[in-house]
């Protein structure tokens, strides 16, 4: 016999389990929901983004290190 598997995460907001079938998942309440989306509106969250990126032309991106001949 298979096992059924109950897909589950924690809440980012309060950390009280929720199952994937809830409908605010993957929030526990429309209350955590709108925390947390004042956090990103607020600044409190943040995407960080590549201090230095190859594709745009950035000179400062390390180069790879290559052994010089002696």
Not at 45 to 69: A, C, F, M, Q, W
């Amino acid at each position: 016999m298979f096992k059924k598997v109950v897909r589950s995460l924690r809440c980012p907001t309060c950390r009280k389990l929720v199952l994937r079938s809830e409908p605010e998942f993957p929030f526990c309440s429309e209350r955590c929901r709108l925390i947390d989306l004042g956090k990103w509106a607020s600044g409190g969250y943040v995407i960080s983004s590549p201090l230095n990126d190859r594709e745009t032309g950035d000179s400062s991106y390390p180069k790879p290190h290559v052994k010089k001949p002696n």
